[in-house]
């Protein structure tokens, strides 16, 4: 054992939107879990891992703690609060803003309940226009939580990231590393297939129909030259989504299989070949039996 390296875990966790996903992919530098400018875009917990010369970090991306108003928003937040305890640095994700609304409260107060050093992080910096802003964002926030440290940062223009790793080594216990170097997220390719094609989902259709969408991968297979043949179901929950999905002589359905398929094509490093359907499940959100079928099992949490 090298008794110089550290290695542990570190778990994103904040409001939904904050930028929890766009901060991990940035940070190890591969892009598994999606991302978009709808809230509630991560439904599971992602894990990912980071290695250099000063050892492993294991981050666990986390969906998005909000007032669930359905079983699976109930599932995603438990999803999120679970990851709290068994770590051994919190980073909180939050807008640069003074303003601490009840979902920052509620968070603080689950955050004040566990022994585990947080780390605020105050993030998309780049969206402020007087950097003098961060010192009263920090003023503001500095009493809420313990804090073990507060690091302002910017995911998407990757900025100050370099101190925020500095700052979770500090925190991590000397060790072994759990995975060799070379590992990257414990998501099976089918998994992030399906995510993928998700995330053009939610960044082509309108606001409402997002939230109600699943995708399931029904097959996926690798031919012998070498492509792959990928058939996926994309659900959601009223005749009139499937519709709009679908769009006018099945537009939209292709734009989001083009957009889908040149993402996987990125992962898998072959041709892809996607075929999409279009399922209706009413109220999936609310039933159990769909929500595990979808991947998104109660019991996991
Ligand atoms: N300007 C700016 N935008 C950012 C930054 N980080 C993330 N965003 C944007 O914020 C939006 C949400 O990003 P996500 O990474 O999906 O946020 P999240 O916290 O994972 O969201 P949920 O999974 O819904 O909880 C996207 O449109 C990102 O491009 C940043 O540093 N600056
Ligand atoms: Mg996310």
Redesign the pocket.
Known sequence: MDEKKKSGFAT?V????????????HLIGQKI???????????NRIQTVYTDERGQIIFL????IHKAKNKLGEYMVNVAEHTLKDVDVVLW?VEPTTFIGAGERHIAEQLNKVKTPVILVI?????VKNQEDILTFIAAYKDICPFAEIVP?????K?NTDRLLEQIFKYLPYGPMYYDEDTVTDQPMRQIAAELIREKALRLLSDEIPHGIAVTIEQMTERENGIMDIEASIICERDSHKGIIIGKGGAMLKKIGSAARISIEDLVGTKVNLKLWVKVRREWRDSEIYMKNYGYDVRDT
Request: charged share 25%; hydrophobic share 30%.
């Open positions: 994103l904040g409001r939904p939107n904050v930028g929890k996903s766009t901060l991990m992919n879990a999606i991302t978009s400018d709808k809230p509630q875009t991560t439904r991306d986390t969906p998005g994700l993030n998309k910096i780049d969206t940062v910017s995911a998407l223009k900025k």
